[in-house]
């Protein structure tokens, strides 16, 4: 079966500081993968989507980066972080085969002080 | 991807039926219709999908209408575990180009 990874689950980071944020998806192959934010009280915002291996789409300009160095995992960057970048971060994978049912990590709240 | 609208807030008895309305009026031919509810601080969960017939699964009835202009979720007897966050998406499954943007979605109340 599938599993999706997401880490870590809550972070703290000073404003100016560096963000990393790391997914892995297991069990299947060449997934679409996904970063979505959502602050307070909001809906979800699409960030990042790839379909393959160094392939990514920005939804909206921003203060963040993604990256995806290997087929099953997806990093989403920041070098210097904002406090407007608070929020709760979902990663999701979907098979990619035009069956876009998401799954989605845990997410990682994000407080940026 | 065609726009859907949602009202923002509902409320449900418990034991009752809930109808979650969405329009979606410029949804194309091509377009599914897939419904997904989020309970903080997890992320959204998938409920079911359909394009032109209704569909059925364990946790909810999709009702769409012959034009294909609005839909309707239906959680046959609400709990109060089914209070969440409920999203519409409308969503055309391109050729491995797929990506699903959530909007503001419906608040579920299930009240005892």
Redesign the interface.
């Known amino acids: 079966s599938q599993t999706i990874h997401q880490w870590p689950a809550t972070l703290v980071q000073p404003v100016g500081s560096p963000l990393s944020l790391e997914c892995t998806v297991e069990g299947t192959s060449n997934p679409?993968l996904?970063w979505?934010r959502q602050a307070a009280g909001?809906?979800?915002?699409?960030l990042f989507?790839s379909?393959g291996i160094g392939q990514i789409?920005s939804?909206v300009p921003q203060n963040l980066s993604a990256s995806r160095p290997q087929d099953r995992q997806f990093i989403l960057s920041s070098k210097k972080l904002l406090l407007s970048d608070s929020g709760?971060y979902?990663c999701?994978w979907?098979p990619?085969?035009?069956?876009?049912?998401?799954?989605?990590?845990?997410?990682t709240?994000l407080s940026v002080l | 991807d065609a726009k859907t609208t949602q009202p923002p807030s509902m409320d449900c008895a418990e034991g009752r039926a809930a109808n979650l309305p969405c329009n979606h009026s410029t949804i194309s031919g091509n377009e599914y219709v897939?419904w997904?509810r989020?309970i903080?601080?997890?992320?959204?969960?998938?409920i079911i999908?359909g394009l032109k017939n209704n569909e059925t699964n364990e946790m909810a009835s999709l009702i769409i209408t012959e034009d294909r202009k609005s839909s309707t979720l239906i959680l046959p007897h609400a709990t109060l575990r089914d209070t969440a966050v409920y999203?519409c998406i409308a969503?055309v499954?391109?050729?491995?180009?797929?990506?699903?943007?959530?909007?503001?979605?419906t608040t579920l109340q299930v009240k005892p």
């Open positions: 679409n996904y979505y909001r809906g979800l915002q699409l989507y379909v789409s939804e709760f979902l999701a979907s990619g085969t035009g069956n876009e049912k998401l799954f989605f990590g845990s997410g709240q | 897939y997904y989020q903080h601080p997890q992320g959204p969960q998938y999908h999203y969503y499954a391109a050729s491995n180009t797929g990506k699903l943007i959530f909007g503001q979605g």
